[in-house]
Nanobody, 128 residues
Framework: QVQLVESGGGLVQAGGSLRLSCAASGRSFNKNAMAWFRQAPGQEREFVAAITWIIGSTYYADAVKGRFTISRDNAKNTVYLQMNSLKPEDTAVYYC?????????????????????WGQGTQVTVST
């Protein structure tokens, strides 16, 4: 069984920063990519950022480009999301996800249905 455990969420003022972590544990599996999605109250879950596991190519939603940075530590089986210049509209539950099967291109990595494993989510709240 694979587990993804997020940490690092919390309450921060607008303009502040947070760093989310997601550690994969349990049965080892080949990862094509890992990603972050988020879901705000009353809204559908949306793509935030993804990173391919071997090469480290990154993909970002337009809403977070230039403010968020996704990275990974292969040895620790961990993916990070550095969030800077946070805005109230970034308030959401942030979910980590892992993609096992091979696919490529941005269309692959932004599609939730392609991901095999999900974390339980961590709350990020940005106050004005």
């Amino acid at each position: 069984q694979v587990q993804l455990v997020e940490s690092g969420g919390g309450l921060v003022q607008a303009g502040g920063s947070l760093r989310l972590s997601c550690a994969a544990s349990g049965r080892s599996f080949n990862k094509n990519a890992m990603a972050w999605f988020r879901q705000a109250p009353g809204q559908e879950r949306e793509f935030v950022a993804a990173i391919t596991w071997i090469i480290g190519s990154t993909y970002y939603a337009d809403a977070v480009k230039g403010r968020f940075t996704i990275s990974r530590d292969n040895a620790k089986n961990t993916v990070y999301l550095q969030m800077n210049s946070l805005k109230p509209e970034d308030t959401a539950v942030y979910y980590c996800a892992a993609l096992r099967v091979f696919c490529s291109g941005s269309g692959c990595y932004v599609t939730q249905a392609n991901y095999d494993y999900w974390g339980q989510g961590t709350q990020v709240t940005v106050s004005t």
